[in-house]
């Protein structure tokens, strides 16, 4: 690993305070004192702050974040396990108000009165999406950590697998709770549809994303373990054979895991549509993958059938 990426990473994650400095030096005579700095559903502003004590709030919270995040990429060239993970959580946070602060300003440039400024949708999106390409793109850069390689599983007794024998296993969680969720926000978006569409559009997508995955649907072949979505199975993440050291089948908490959905957290990758059963895969790295599936002991019998017999052909 070179220095560039980590580098790299220290500039992305400089941006934020950079950007705060040199937008609040450039517009702040072309402001409005106070600005705005909340709007209500209508689109109205219904919050002010004297521009000092907005620019300092927002370079606090910044400069402490960029702080940890700037910590945490140098540790992270010890290979810590936390340390990348970390450094684009404190990215996110850095970016986020520096963003916002950024839109804020831009957004009121050139208006007399704090009750002018309109804030676009698209300048919405935009100051949501970028800390998130930021906090991944330095994710990305940062080198990943060193695990221990797990050992294999012993042949097993009960389920032995001849060279050439093709075979699959597929099961599925479902969890009604996550489809009434989504179909109670549906429903709630109706009335908003005529009266701010955006906060409808964007409500209705994410009852639409909490329908979805109520479903997880698991299969296990020669490949390795596909995991994918919703009735149309998409989208879909598969774990190679290759990767695989060891299956078991486990009790799956998602809030230990980061919730319901697609997680990542400092226990590893998972995809939950419910509490319960799943089965848990060790990877060659250390690193672990969850998924929650009905009766996932034979498909845990299966994957470590499939990964012995790999090696032992590999020889």
């Known amino acids: 690993m070179t220095r560039i990426r980590p580098l790299l990473a220290v500039l992305v994650v400089l941006q934020a305070p950079l950007w705060v400095a040199g937008v ?120 990943s950590p060193v695990w221990r390689e797990q050992p294999l599983p012993a042949e097993s007794a009960t389920l032995a697998l001849a060279d050439g024998e093709r075979v699959a296993w597929v099961g599925q969680a479902n969890s009604r709770a996550l489809l009434v969720l989504g179909v109670v926000l549906g429903l ?13 559009l964007a409500a209705g997508l ?5 329908a979805w995955v109520h479903v997880v649907t698991v299969r296990v072949d ?42 990542r957290s400092t226990k590893g990758r998972a995809a939950v549509a419910r509490r319960g059963e799943g089965i848990v895969l060790t990877l060659r790295d250390g690193q672990r993958f969850a998924a929650t599936v009905d009766r996932p002991q034979a498909a845990a019998d299966l994957v470590n059938a499939l990964v012995v017999r790999l090696s032992r052909t590999a020889r």
């Open 206 to 210: 994410a009852a639409i994303a909490v």
């Open 188 to 200: 709630g978006t109706v009335p908003l549809w005529f009266a701010v569409w955006p906060a409808a």
């Open 24 to 143: 609040g030096l450039g517009l702040r005579d072309d402001v409005p004192d106070p600005v705005p700095t909340h709007w209500d559903l209508a689109g109205d502003v219904d919050g002010t702050l004297p521009l000092s004590g907005f620019t300092a709030a927002v370079a606090a919270v910044v400069g402490v974040a960029t702080l940890v995040a700037l910590g945490l990429v140098v540790a992270s060239g010890r290979r810590s396990p936390l340390a990348s993970l970390g450094a684009a959580g404190a990215t996110w946070v850095a970016w986020l108000p520096a963003a916002l602060y950024a839109a804020t300003l831009f957004a009121s440039a050139d208006a007399v009165r704090a009750a002018e400024v309109r804030l676009p949708v698209l300048t919405i999106l935009l100051a949501t999406l970028l800390p998130f390409l930021a906090a991944l793109v330095v994710h990305r850069l940062l080198p």
């Open 222 to 263: 020669d490949a390795g373990v596909a995991v994918s979505w919703g009735p149309a199975q998409w989208p879909r993440l598969r774990v190679g054979l290759a990767e695989i050291a060891s299956a078991e089948a486990g009790d799956i908490e998602p809030l230990r895991w980061g919730g319901w959905g697609y997680r």
